[in-house]
């Protein structure tokens, strides 16, 4: 494993213990068997680490993610949320306590949001590209012409997020099968008023 790895698995190890106000760079290196100055050769700062941590993460959800415009009117409307369902819950359950950790370094937050806000990018815009697929669907007729789809979509990823939020907090671990049996109760009731 290059040290750039060790590096970035040691800061996700820290801040998952510590929390990101509680992460010293120092930490990290010694976990990752390096000195600080090499961790410094690689990353800028422990924000820095932090945000290659959060796209590492995101990669696999937004592989799955923007492929969903694309599925319009193939295979089934539930097949595909359920993939996208799967995902989000799979990045959330990964990402909560790392997304959570910038909420106590306020400075940090904000430098993070006005990035976000330039390249366009956040946690929102998985909800509009839902939004999109489900419009898109509408617009063909396999998806009911009376429903909202931004609410569709924040209601699906907003029951996904609620989910592996509760996991996280009473600190319970997941079977796959559990995963994959909730994603199937929330598209049940979600089906009816999403079809035609």
Same mark, same amino acid.
Request: aromatic residues 8%; proline residues 3%; charged residues 25%.
């Given at each position: ?11 996700? *190890?820290?801040? @998952? %213990? ?6 010293? %760079?120092?930490?990290?290196? +010694? ?9 410094? &050769? ?7 680490? =932090?945000? *290659?941590?959060?796209? +590492? ?17 193939? @295979? ?13 819950? &799979? ?11 910038? =909420? ?6 904000? +430098?993070?949001?006005?990035? =976000? *806000? *330039? ?29 909202? /789809? ?10 996904? =997020? ?12 997941? /079977? ?8 199937? &109760? ?5 089906m009816k008023g999403l079809l035609p």
């Open positions: 494993m290059e040290l750039r790895d060790k590096i970035i698995e040691a800061a996700e *190890q820290v801040i @998952r %213990t510590n929390g990101l106000s509680k992460t010293t %760079t120092k930490e990290i290196a +010694r976990i990752a068997g390096c000195s600080e100055g090499s961790l410094y &050769n690689h990353f800028q700062s422990k924000e820095d680490l =932090f945000i *290659q941590i959060m796209k +590492r993460h995101l990669q696999v959800y937004l592989a799955v993610l923007l492929k969903l415009p694309g599925r319009k009117g193939t @295979r089934t409307v539930k097949e595909n949320l359920e993939e996208i369902a799967l995902a989000a819950l &799979n990045f959330f359950h990964l990402s909560i306590v790392m997304t959570a950790s910038m =909420f106590t370094e306020p400075d940090f937050l904000a +430098r993070h949001r006005q990035d =976000f *806000q *330039q390249r366009n990018e956040g946690p929102h815009r998985s909800n509009e590209i839902v939004t999109i697929y489900v419009l898109a669907e509408q617009k063909i007729g396999r998806v009911n012409s009376d429903i909202n /789809p931004r609410s569709m979509a924040d209601l699906l990823l907003g029951a996904c =997020f609620q989910h592996a939020f509760h996991l996280q907090f009473l600190g319970e671990d997941e /079977p796959e099968e559990a995963r994959k049996q909730f994603v199937e &109760n929330i598209l049940k009731g979600l």
